[in-house]
Structure formats: structure tokens, C-alpha cells
């Protein structure tokens, strides 16, 4: 059951990001999960990772394996002093780390929860840092708030400026998850573009009721779309339902967002 119970009084201390080491979560919220220093990519002719095998270039050299390089220069006949030529020149293979786009998605649209909101978003940044996550990864802040979500921290590895902007972050008004989950693709988006090995992680914290449209369409509409964006995409989304649980007007789109962008969820 992927749905876990929190005391809210104790958000903070029982979120759980993945360790360093690349161990499974710690604790049952997250079981399962792994963290990104476990997933690797292969990399030609780039000089990051640790060699596994080698290949004759094409196009531009940039990471040259001279030793393999000089033994196909041999194998290719030449004698010493050995002069190698394109023929001879082989480019390494590496296996590397793929870096990690955290992001943060916060619903600050007027609700009683929404303090509880931002002591998650708080609570899961905090935890990024003190397991050394920022030194390697990047991580974004979208808040939603009003009539569309804005990008308040781009990509960054300044912890600080992210959590000094939760800080400050205005509550009240609509909730434009639609415009929320648009600016999660953007970002990810752009972040491939400079590196195609990155893997985004996304937390969204919410209560789940938009009511704000996008592009003019029913929100359930938009919401379906943007969460087959995601899964095709490959962002990886878990959220946290803020969600009373009772007598709530409005209708919570989290259980369509677990549903069609295979979204994990945690109920605090």
C-alpha cells in the first residue's frame, strides 16, 4: 500500500530521502526506492564516470584512451616511435552517476493545511542537504499559488536560497496545479537539453483540489494530459496529500495523478 499515515506534528522528522550510500529509503514511507547514486549511464567520448570499454571515435574527440589507442596502433602495424593517426584512435567508455533534478512543488493556495504544506516542503528540502544531495544534484522550487504556478527557484545547488525562499513563501488564493505540473516539464525539459542522463524526481505537496484551467480545458482534462506527459517523460512523482480526509469541498485530483502518472502517495 503505497498511501502511508503521518502524525502531522511529525512531518519533518519522518520524511525519508534516499542515502548516499545508494541504500533503499529509510523507513516504510519510502520502501523501495533507490536512491540516485544507484543509477548509471553509459557515456561515449565525455570524460566523467569510470572507464568500462572503449570505441573508435566519430565526429569530435574529446576522451581519448591512449593505451588502447596505442595497442590498436600496433595491432594497425606501426613501429616505434609510434605516431598514431585517426585510424588508431579509440575514445573511452564510461560509466557514470546520472545526476539528479530534485523538484518541489508546493501548493501555498489558502487552506487550512497550508501551513502543514510548506513544513513538508521545509522538512524535504532539509533532508536533501543533510544527505549531501545538493553537492552533486540540482534542485528546483514551483510554488502554486493564484491563477498559475511560478518557478521561484530555478535549478540550483544553493540549498540556502531554497530554503530561505520556502521561508518566505506567500500563501492564499486558487490552486493552479495544472500550471504547477506544466512548469515541472518545462524544467525538466531545459535540464535534458544541457544533459540527457539527468533524472528528475518530483514531490508535490498538496491537498489536490485545482481549480484553476491552463489552457481553457476541463481541469480533469488538463490533469490527465500533463500526468501521461510525466510518465512518458520519465519524471518520477511522489506526493504528499494534505488532504482532511472528510467532509472537503472540491475534488482532490491526487488519486488521478497516482493513477495515470503512476505517482506514489503519501497521506500526512
Known sequence: NLEQNFRSSEVKGEIRIPRVEGKNFDGSEFTGYRSSRDVSVTVVNFPRGVPVSYLPPKGEIRDVDFYSSLVWAVLN?????????????????????????WVLLLDSSGSMAVQ????????????????????KSKVALIVAKGNQAEIFVPPTRNYWEVLEKIEGIPTGGRTPLSSALYNLLLLAGRERRKDRSVRVRAFLITDGKANVSLFGKRIKEEIIELAKALRKKGIELSIY?????????????????????????YRV
Open 77 to 101: 602495424g606501426k613501429k616505434p616511435p609510434i605516431k598514431l593517426d585517426l585510424n588508431d584512435v579509440r575514445i573511452r567508455v564510461r560509466r557514470a552517476k546520472a545526476p539528479t533534478l
Open 241 to 265: 496529500d494534505t488532504g482532511s480526509g472528510g467532509i472537503n469541498p472540491g475534488i482532490s485530483y491526487v488519486p488521478l495523478l497516482k493513477k495515470v502518472a503512476n505517482a506514489k502517495v
Open 116 to 135: 502543514k504544506r510548506i513544513s513538508i516542503a521545509k522538512g524535504i528540502a532539509e533532508k536533501l542537504v543533510e544527505n549531501g544531495y545538493i553537492k
